[in-house]
């Protein structure tokens, strides 16, 4: 949970090899990746707010979000 919180809390817009700016879809425009699990959030920069949106988890090719298969 340390990562998710040095990640987010200061520096939620590097982008790295677990952390990157998403296609447009209806759920967030950043992705964090930590082992299986997926962390979708959006920043606003006006208000210096980071909102996570959605943590799902990866099963093989498969994204699940409060245990349903989720498409992006």
Known sequence: MD???DCLKHEP???TR???VLRPNRL???ELR???F???YDI???SAVVKIAAIGHKSGNRLYVR???FHL
């Open 44 to 46: 606003d920069e006006e």
């Open 67 to 69: 245990g349903e298969e």
């Open 38 to 40: 997926r962390i979708f």
């Open 28 to 30: 967030a425009e950043r």
């Open 13 to 15: 817009k590097r982008e």
């Open 3 to 5: 990562h998710v919180d």
């Open 34 to 36: 930590i082992d299986r």
């Open 18 to 20: 677990n952390n990157k």
